[in-house]
């Protein structure tokens, strides 16, 4: 088979799995005071500092979580409301157009439930976030701003964002900034203090660690008010008992990705560039999404013309790659992609994309299978999409 | 593959006979919600979900496509059109004609696949014929008697030979967990059962009168002749009874007028059909008159008849009267055979005569 969805996720790195297995093994609940107690917070403790140690924040700035859902959920809601609690004119959260659902629903659920006001920055047709939107918008409503939040690099098509940049406005304004760097951990340098950013969403599943565990990057002085309420854990942010093989996993494997993240990255660039130029061979009218430069280096995204990006998907399942469209709801119907939308792309081309993603154990195989079975798929895909075409 | 026993069990008997199956479950509402919840629909996530364990359970690929945009125009729209005009539409019929065996068959065909497999409870034999279900109480031949030849070519009836209880039997015994999931009787996109609710929703309400066909005296009120169907006794609403005491049922809609006429029940007695849009399932008929049996409603009796083929579509002429015969419904024309009813074709109901009276 040849997995080509990694940013979907992927699979544990072995040192991250042993650790987690001899971990697993041992005795204690974090926050108990006896000696096996101990024990496992000393775990946590250590797995807090090697975490921090990583990605440039300190200690005290590592709240476990489940997740990136919940890391998202949290920093947008939890800074929305302390914010507004202590200037309630602060009631505005500034977005960019092509956030994960865990940032965009969120930020809707707080327009909905709890009066908050919006502005949705646009991108270019790259899905670069525009750093003069973001100037305009602050200037326009800066001291009324609870939060901005823009993602680091993006899960569907790849492309990195000014991050530097837009912290610097929004720390000259006060506004703190949340970015999801979810994808970009491992890939991209990712440094929690030089970036100015005041809360990062991080996940383990995306970087060899194992799922269900997470972290949000809090800045010390960056008030947050909880979501889940309980025995206080986490900086009385967050609060449930630690998992303690999950933090040690984590920790393990995000050490371990940005200890060899140049050498990763270089790695996959060359076979993310050797995928996109075998499938331009293959399918030369396949239109290469996101910015060719400033992109993820284990992320291609195309718009095939004429295809359905599922019928796609189908076809080159049958012949074994596992790949995707990029967004799915519930019921396992493709929408057309918000971040494809906001890029400008019209509704059968985001339909017709498709997304290759690689990871640590991708190799130039995985390239020459997806080469190999690609022009039947898309002549297959076209065929339907005619047939559909034709009826509208 | 719906969710329900009879498409699991219909994937799983294709795949043991060595098809490549691949699981297909439609979206056809554009919000899963605002379908029917619970376990006897067609359409909710929950079935969704009953589908995609079944497709696991057998060991195939399992995709949800999403057809409700084609859905919503080819039935729900045409369903609620039905109705303002006067006749008694057939869903099931209308999603077998375009969209199972047309939106998904063209698709499956474009992207390689060779047919498509439903849990129908029809045969079809090697001689390429559809015929009825061993299960006569379940057979489903009527509802799919509109598919042309060619359709029919890429169709593939696995239940045919099974009765229901021997369909639920081997689902129970291949570990499909459908395998006593209630059967589904209502009309898939209306969440509550409520049809009337459904259409004045929909169509508004409009008054209008119903009247005795006899005198022609206005009996009583309606607030949507849409609302009526033909044989209908139940809910009339009259304001006295008939001088002679009978029940009275609706006889005809007439939507110009906006009239609902009702009558005794020897009134509904039609011995003639007629039928337009003919699809000739088993290919076409030869001119001049047929002998035949006709069956003119989802699970009604099949009545001897002789069908008279012509420019526009073709004629009936029962050997017996049937009563409640609703326009919009199908007239589907079958060959008795020892070894299964075969369907000739069908039509759509246009019009109907009882005893040389047209109604």
Redesign the interface.
């Known amino acids: 088979m040849a997995y080509l969805d990694h940013a979907a996720t992927t699979p544990m790195l072995p040192e991250a799995l042993d650790a987690y297995a001899a971990t697993a093994r041992e005795l204690g609940n974090a926050s108990s005071l006896h000696a096996p107690g101990r024990h496992a917070r000393r775990r946590v403790e250590e797995s807090r500092e090697r975490i921090a140690a990583a990605l440039g924040a300190r200690p005290s700035e590592v709240i476990f979580t489940s997740g990136g859902t919940e890391s998202d959920n949290l920093a947008v809601k939890g800074i929305f409301w302390a914010r507004r609690a202590d200037e309630p004119r602060r009631s505005r959260i500034i977005g960019s157009a092509v956030e994960h659902h865990a940032v965009l629903d969120s930020v809707e659920w707080l327009v909905r439930a709890e009066g908050a006001r919006v502005t949705w920055l646009p991108v270019d047709d790259r899905g670069r976030v525009e750093v003069d939107a973001l100037r305009a918008a602050l200037d326009e409503y800066g001291d009324e701003v609870a939060l901005t939040t823009v993602m680091w690099a993006n899960n569907e098509v790849g492309t990195v964002q000014p991050i530097a940049d837009l912290a610097s406005l929004c720390v000259a304004h006060e506004v703190p900034l949340h970015t999801d760097a979810v994808q970009a951990v491992s890939q991209v340098p990712v440094d929690f203090a030089g970036s100015g950013v005041a809360a990062l969403t991080v996940t383990g599943h995306k970087l060899g660690g194992p799922v269900g565990v997470g972290a949000l990057l809090l800045g010390r002085d960056v008030a947050c008010t909880p979501l889940l309420h309980g025995g206080g854990q986490e900086r009385d942010v967050r609060s449930g008992t630690l998992d303690v093989p999950g933090i040690v996993a984590f920790a393990t494997a995000v050490e371990a990705a940005v200890k060899a993240r140049a050498e990763y990255a270089a790695r996959l660039s060359e076979i993310r560039d050797a995928l996109v130029a075998g499938v331009r061979a293959a399918v030369p009218d396949a239109v290469l999404n996101g910015d060719p430069t400033n992109r993820l280096p284990g992320n291609a995204h195309f718009s095939f013309p004429g295809c359905e990006g599922?019928?796609l998907l189908?076809?080159l399942?049958?012949q074994g790659i596992a790949c995707s469209t990029g967004s799915a709801c519930?019921?396992?119907?493709?929408q057309p992609s918000h971040v494809l939308l906001a890029m400008g792309a019209d509704d059968d081309r985001a339909r017709s994309s498709l997304r290759f993603t690689l990871g640590h154990t991708s190799t130039r195989s995985d390239v020459e299978a997806l080469v190999a079975a690609l022009p039947a798929a898309v002549e297959?895909?076209r065929?339907?999409g005619?047939?559909?075409a034709a009826?509208a | 593959m719906s969710g329900g026993v009879d498409s699991a069990v219909a994937a799983a008997r294709a795949a043991e006979v060595g098809y490549d199956v691949t699981g297909v479950h439609l979206a056809l509402s554009r919000n899963p919600q605002t379908y029917r919840s619970g376990a006897r629909g067609c359409c909710t996530l929950e079935d969704a979900r009953d589908a995609r364990r079944a497709a696991d359970v057998i060991g195939i690929p399992f995709y949800v496509w999403d057809m409700a945009d084609r859905f919503h125009e080819d039935v729900v729209d045409d369903f609620v059109a039905e109705y303002a005009a006067g006749r008694t539409p057939n869903p099931c019929l209308r999603c077998n004609e375009k969209i199972k065996f047309a939106a998904v068959l063209d698709r499956a065909l474009a992207l390689g696949f060779d047919a498509v497999v439903t849990g129908h409870h029809a045969r079809k034999g090697t001689d390429g014929l559809l015929r009825r279900s061993v299960d006569l109480g379940k057979d489903q031949s009527y509802v799919l008697a509109v598919l042309t030849r060619e359709q029919l070519d890429h169709s593939i009836f696995p239940l045919g030979d099974s009765t229901k209880a021997e369909v639920r039997a081997e689902a129970a015994r291949r570990g499909l967990s459908v395998a006593d999931k209630p059967d589904s009787h209502d009309i898939c996109f209306i969440a509550d059962g409520d049809t009337r609710g459904f259409l004045h929703e929909r169509l508004g309400a409009t008054p209008g009168d119903i009247v005795d066909a006899e005198t022609g005296e206005v009996l009583g009120a309606h607030e949507g002749a849409y609302a009526y169907t033909i044989g209908q006794r139940r809910g009339l609403d009259l304001r006295r009874p008939a001088p002679d005491g009978r029940p009275r049922y609706v006889l005809s809609i007439t939507p110009v007028t906006n009239t609902v006429t009702v009558g005794p029940a020897e009134a509904l007695e039609v011995s003639r059909v007629s039928g337009e849009r003919p699809v000739w399932t088993a290919g076409p008929l030869p001119a001049g008159e047929v002998e035949c049996e006709v069956q003119l409603r989802a699970h009604g009796e099949p009545v001897p008849a002789t069908v008279r083929v012509d420019a526009d579509g073709l004629v009936a002429s029962l050997h017996r009267p049937v009563r409640g015969v609703a326009a919009g419904q199908a007239v589907v024309a079958y060959r008795p055979d020892p070894a299964g009813d075969v369907v000739l074709g069908s039509a759509t109901i246009a019009t109907t005569e009882r005893a040389g009276v047209p109604a």
């Open positions: 599922d019928a189908l076809l399942d049958a519930s019921a396992g119907v493709a297959r895909a065929r339907a005619a047939v559909r009826r």
